[in-house]
């Protein structure tokens, strides 16, 4: 089986920008979840979405947004970019249907300018 | 979640057998204990996670105390390519999808020398 894929890898931006990361699951998984890591906070959850819904948040400001298609892939939007958002975003996905091992992706690298 | 502790750093020499240990010891009754580990800029991978009873992969043991406030994870023979962060995490069970967040602590740097 593939494992969860994001895209892209790499990623600059400046200020002030806007981003979409993408999330891949691994195929039957209906649960993606999001988390951003960095130096000095570590690795901190975003949010979690199951069947196109958001089920489950973290404390990050409304900048942060994602959405769930159909298929299960998942992606995550960043807007008015701020310098303290570089850092890896990392998803992970699971089955959904209880609180099952996460397997995560390689992770977007993004550095704000 | 319960909160871990974990040892900052550890070294083992290569082909030894490397004993991390994890501290849970407010963990409750229908909490797992689940291990990751990290490789430089890499995304977390997921090693083995047991509940009260001993567990064995292909990777890796988990030995969990009877009292369930502890546990060592066990790479019997380390590798130059194990080196990495090590994540102990303890995570509620079975509350119908209403806890999909993962709290990684700061881990146990492992650095398996030649």
């Known amino acids: 089986k593939a494992g969860v894929t994001q895209t892209p890898r790499y990623l600059i931006k400046t200020r002030g920008q806007q981003v979409t990361l993408s999330c891949s699951p691994i195929s039957g998984h209906r649960s993606v979840s999001w988390y951003q890591q960095t130096p000095g906070q570590g690795l901190q959850f975003l949010f979690e979405y199951f069947s196109e819904t958001q089920r489950n948040k973290g404390n990050f400001p409304g900048r942060f947004s994602g959405r769930q298609f159909s298929n299960s892939r998942s992606e995550m939007n960043v807007s008015t970019l701020e310098l303290g958002d570089s850092a890896l975003y990392l998803c992970a996905s699971s089955l959904g249907t209880g609180e099952e091992t996460q397997y995560f992706g390689p992770g977007t690298r993004l550095l704000v300018l | ?114």
């Open chain 2, 1 to 114: 979640d319960a909160k871990t502790t974990q040892p900052p750093s550890m070294d083992c020499a290569e082909g030894r057998a490397a004993n991390l240990p994890c501290n849970h010891s407010t963990i409750s009754g229908n909490e797992y204990v689940y291990w990751y580990r990290q490789i430089h800029s890499q995304g977390p991978q997921y090693i083995i996670h047991g509940l009260k009873n001993n567990e064995t992969n292909e990777m890796a043991s988990l030995i969990i105390t009877e009292d369930r406030k502890s546990s060592t994870l066990i790479l019997p023979h380390a590798t130059l390519r194990d080196t990495a962060v090590y994540y102990c995490i303890v995570r509620v069970a079975n509350s119908g999808g209403s806890n999909y967040k993962l709290t990684f602590g700061k881990g146990t740097l492992l650095t398996v020398n030649p």
